[in-house]
């Protein structure tokens, strides 16, 4: 499942609490909480689902993925077994 987001992430090179360009992403895994394992830019990182987005906007311009949509989205691919951040 592809999305967008403008969260930053330090690992791509962007400064937090600042804004960050607009960047495809493919939904890996959904914890049936709040994180989302994606890729972005050939890197595998995790985001909170709030800022995973089904069209290219901002924060508050559109609509976020739907958690419905992430579960099934796991269901189908049995990636693995869940993991948060905080986890790794």
Same mark, same amino acid.
């Given at each position: 499942?592809?999305?967008?987001?403008?969260?930053?992430?330090?690992?791509? !090179?962007? #400064?937090?609490?600042? $804004?960050?360009? #607009? &960047?495809?992403? /493919?939904?890996?895994?959904?914890? @049936?909480? /709040?994180?989302?394992?994606?890729?972005?830019? @050939? *890197?595998?990182?995790?985001? /909170?689902?709030?800022?995973?987005?089904?069209?290219?906007? &901002? *924060? @508050? $311009? !559109?609509?976020?993925?739907?958690?419905?949509?992430?579960?099934? &989205?796991? #269901?189908?691919?049995?990636?693995?077994?869940?993991?948060?951040?905080?986890? &790794?």
């Amino acid at each position: 499942m592809n999305a967008f987001t403008d969260y930053p992430f330090t690992e791509l !090179g962007d #400064i937090p609490y600042q $804004e960050a360009p #607009i &960047r495809e992403v /493919k939904v890996l895994f959904y914890d @049936g909480d /709040k994180y989302c394992t994606v890729l972005v830019e @050939g *890197a595998v990182l995790d985001v /909170k689902a709030g800022y995973l987005y089904t069209a290219p906007h &901002r *924060a @508050g $311009e !559109g609509f976020t993925l739907n958690a419905t949509a992430l579960e099934v &989205r796991n #269901i189908s691919l049995h990636i693995r077994p869940q993991l948060r951040c905080e986890d &790794r």
